[in-house]
């Protein structure tokens, strides 16, 4: 059975940086894509930043040049770098990958305040 564990969030003023981290365990088979979303309250989970297997890889408009997504293939984790972070970037960000199955964290907040 996989599981997501993100790590890395918390508080920081705007215009600082967080970087969040996803490990996946267990057996995961058919891997598309990993990526982070995110959840602010109110409004719907939206996709922040995706590395589908073997292509580039591509983020929300809202986070280009400041937000760098990778992934460390040999320790089945994916990073979320974020950078002069904003307070509309509060949220809850969600790990996901997509294999042949579907799968997510737990959920890891976000704040971006002074």
């Known amino acids: 059975q996989v599981q997501l564990v993100e790590s890395g969030g918390g508080l920081v003023q705007p215009g600082g940086s967080l970087r969040l981290s996803c490990a996946a365990s267990?057996?995961?088979?058919?891997?598309?894509?990993m990526g982070w979303y995110r959840q602010a309250p109110g409004k719907q989970r939206e996709l922040v930043a995706q590395i589908i297997t073997n292509n580039s890889p591509n983020y929300a408009d809202s986070v280009k040049g400041r937000f760098t997504i990778s992934r460390d293939n040999d320790k089945n984790t994916v990073y979320l770098q974020m950078d002069s972070l904003k307070p509309e970037d509060t949220a809850v960000y969600y790990c996901?990958?997509?294999?042949?199955?579907?799968?997510w964290g737990q959920g890891i907040q976000v704040t971006v305040s002074s």
């Open positions: 996901n990958i997509q294999s042949r199955f579907n799968y």
């Open positions: 267990g057996s995961i088979f058919d891997l598309y894509a």
